[in-house]
């Protein structure tokens, strides 16, 4: 709609601009300056990017095995088995991330690439060759790989032995870990072990909606819960007593959570939400063991229920000791809030994790929607998530890992733009009021397989063409965007903006 500049549109353009930016907007306090050093990445996911699903030797995962077994859970029956073809292409990503100038980039290592059945015994050298090439092409052209170690692609084999319900994960994971680490280290100085393990535990042994579809809520959740941090903790000492000395890089765990602004002024149940949900894995590793009101309620909940023991497993001794302090950095992945309150008459499910949680999440309707249906722009939830963090846990480092905006795939996409332009406002005003933020990624680089939503919700700042075998990328108004912001280091305004209509960055690939 904005592309042309006679008179006429750009009086439409700048009326239609104005119009979304009132929508989701955020006023700024402070320079508009990121600290020198601050770091904009792009991030990207195994899965959800590489395609070659039964390439060079890679063994299956279990999100091969869903999703060509269960067509009907996924939008119009995709699979992840092409999607951005990265495996084969990540010439074009590179390419694409040189263009933003980005420091960092974000992707995962694909578990059965390295390990085809899961076992250190099934090791496989073209995996490796692969992860290899990435990251020496991205140190080349001086941009930093963060990786992270799993991003939900588990290999098929270890689900069969019962997955994250399984305590054998722990010593599994730790052998994965510890070939990366001698792989990668003396390049990888950033790790994630796991991403957003409340998000995959809850939608994988709670909901039934990821693979291995369980269904046993408020039970099987906490459990993978327990062995993700566990698992994540013993990694963490690995590389600290045998790597740490000679690699100095350091170890977070990506974690997501919605902001939960009160309504009514109920900070209390704000709160609550926000340790039931951020809290559940950031206090045992900056504190030591999970939140008191987690431990304290589910064990309420459970006696009440006629249980002899709580539903969540206890971190104690050993396990809370190396636990905590596991982690170098805050690694957080944020892209929308709620409006909490404490819920009067719960409807949820019992036992469950919403039942114990217990309050009741509502939307403004003012909220500006995305294409993804659970996704506001409420920038003002990231800078109090930022608070959050600042106080709650001694204001440790915090690297943005995710924040992003999906829709159903325009190359105009204003909307994008006016996101990205309010939330990086917030990480300005939290930086302003104190917090440690050194770097900020956006999720995500190209267009990819958005798990049950298949094709339809698309983050990306640059389009895949899904049809055409070549999967060429174009990039869409908000990498233009995204590229002015970097080289300036500041949040870049409208004026800014109408200079990217004239298509300076863009460029069909
Ligand atoms: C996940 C990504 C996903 C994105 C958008 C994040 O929570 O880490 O894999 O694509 O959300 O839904």
Redesign the pocket.
């Known amino acids: 709609m904005c592309s042309s500049f006679l008179f006429i549109g750009i009086l439409v353009c700048v009326f239609s601009i104005s119009q979304t930016l009132n929508t989701c907007d955020l006023p700024a306090r402070g320079s508009p300056y990121f600290p020198k050093n601050f770091s904009f990445g792009v991030a990207t ?1 195994a899965y ?1 990017v590489e395609g070659g699903w039964n390439s060079d030797g890679k063994g299956p995962s279990i999100w091969d095995d869903f999703t060509h077994n269960y067509p009907h859970m996924i939008k119009n029956g995709a699979t992840g088995d092409v999607s951005a073809d990265s495996y084969h292409r990540f010439d074009m990503d590179l390419a694409a991330l040189k263009e933003l100038n980005v420091s960092h980039y974000r992707f995962s290592i694909s578990w059965p690439r390295i390990f085809p059945n899961g076992d250190i015994s099934s090791r496989n050298q073209m995996g490796i060759d692969y992860y290899n090439d990435v990251i020496d092409k991205l140190l080349a052209n001086g941009i930093e790989p963060m990786v992270t170690m799993f ?1 939900y692609d588990l290999p098929s084999e270890i689900q069969k032995i019962g997955g994250f319900a399984n305590p054998l994960l722990i010593p599994k994971f730790v052998m994965y870990a510890t070939e990366l680490f001698e792989d990668f280290g003396d390049r990888v100085k950033i790790w994630m072990t796991f ?2 393990p409340l ?1 995959f535990c809850k939608a994988s042994y709670a909901e039934a909606r990821y693979p291995p579809l369980v269904d046993v809520p408020g039970v099987a959740d906490y459990l993978c819960v327990d062995h993700t941090i566990k698992a994540h903790a013993a990694a963490y000492k690995v590389y600290k007593s045998r790597f740490y000395e000679k690699q100095r890089g350091k170890i977070g765990m990506a974690l ?1 959570s919605y902001f939960f602004l009160p309504k009514l002024n109920e900070t209390e149940a704000s709160h609550r939400a926000l340790q039931f949900n951020i809290g559940f894995l950031a206090h045992p590793i900056f504190h030591g063991g999970y939140p008191e009101i987690m431990v304290k309620d589910i064990e309420t909940n459970s006696l009440n229920e006629g249980r002899i023991a709580s539903r969540l497993p206890r971190l104690e001794g050993y396990w809370k000791e190396i636990v905590k302090g596991s982690a170098d950095f805050f690694a957080l ?1 944020h ?1 929308t809030s709620r409006l909490i309150k404490r819920s009067v008459d719960p409807t949820f499910m019992n036992p469950s994790f919403e039942r114990d949680t217990d309050v009741d999440e509502t939307v403004d309707p003012t909220w500006l929607n995305g294409g ?1 249906p659970w996704l506001y722009c409420v920038p003002e939830g990231l800078e109090g998530m930022l608070k959050f963090i600042r106080e709650e846990y001694n204001n440790i480092e915090v690297i943005i890992t ?1 924040n ?1 905006w ?1 829709d159903s795939g325009e190359l105009e996409d204003d909307n994008r733009i006016q996101y990205l332009k309010s939330y990086l406002q917030a990480v300005l005003n939290a930086i302003h009021d104190g917090s440690h933020i050194t770097g900020y990624t956006y ?2 680089l190209v267009d990819n397989f ?2 049950a939503n298949g094709y339809t ?1 698309r ?1 990306g700042l640059y389009a895949v063409d899904m049809n055409s075998p070549k999967r060429e990328r174009t990039p869409k108004k908000s990498a233009g965007y995204y590229n002015q912001v970097i080289k300036s280091n500041k949040i870049v305004n409208e004026v800014d903006m109408y200079r990217l209509m004239k298509n300076q960055f863009v460029t069909k690939r």
């Open positions: 996911s959800q991003h991403n957003e998000v997501d992945n892209y993804a995710e992003g999906g999720w995500s958005e798990w919700a983050f």
